[in-house]
């Protein structure tokens, strides 16, 4: 296969308001420049099921945390089987915000989950697809970019998002062949360029190779 054919699933994470959805855009941008077929996409929610899902998850009353577990892995099965797993078998790049590990930091750690179960049914609903990339965005939650009204999670404390933090930071660590650490609290343009330059150096650039 060529590289121009190779699919890319790329996932970005980190706690709200990191800049994820920024660099999305921007990284989306970079590929497509270069000639490549780019789905962005989201959990929860990058489906009609999983946008009625993420209504009830984020903006409903309380949920069990098994139930909510349950409910992210519901929209996670529907979404990668029906949206992502087609693009990558089409050879296009998927650049995702937000996937299984959001669900590991937030409702293993934070939550009393056990972190294995928890990424154990991410992966039995995602018939174990794993990104090719995945890009932490580093930021302490002081300083996390909110605006306009917060959602359930959001209106956590500052422990549970520095412990949210800490998760990922774990997780980077323990599996550094997958994950990228990106300080996020340069401006967007710093943020972008540090993320392609750690991307070409692992050879997933948007370039194609000299
Ligand atoms: N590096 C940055 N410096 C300053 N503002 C930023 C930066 N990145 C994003 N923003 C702004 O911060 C807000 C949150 O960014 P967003 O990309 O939506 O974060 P997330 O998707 O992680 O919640 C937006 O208004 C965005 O324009
Ligand atoms: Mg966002």
Do not use: N
């Amino acid at each position: 296969m060529t590289d121009s054919l190779r699919p890319l699933f790329l996932t970005l994470e980190g706690g709200d308001g990191v800049g994820k959805s920024t660099q999305q855009r921007l990284l989306a941008q970079w590929f497509r420049e270069a000639g490549r077929e780019v789905v962005e996409t989201r959990e929860p929610g990058g489906t009609v099921l999983g946008k009625e899902l993420r209504e009830l998850i984020l903006h409903g009353g309380y949920v069990d945390p098994r139930a909510e577990a349950l409910m992210f892995a519901a929209d996670r099965a529907h979404h990668i089987a029906t949206l992502v797993r087609p693009a990558l078998e089409r050879g296009a790049v998927v650049v995702q915000d937000r996937y299984l590990d959001s669900s590991v930091a937030y409702q293993g750690a934070a939550r009393d989950l056990d972190v294995d179960d928890v990424r154990g049914l991410s992966l039995w609903a995602t018939r174990g697809l794993l990104p090719d990339a995945t890009i932490l965005l580093d930021l302490e939650p002081e300083s996390a970019r909110l605006s306009g009204p917060k959602d359930r999670l959001e209106r956590e404390g500052g422990e549970f998002h520095a412990a949210v933090r800490m998760r990922f930071l774990d997780m980077a660590a323990q599996e550094p062949e997958r994950w990228i650490v990106i300080d996020a609290s340069g401006t967007v343009d710093e943020v972008q360029a540090a993320i392609r330059a750690a991307l070409s150096s692992r050879g997933l650039s948007a370039e194609p190779r000299p």
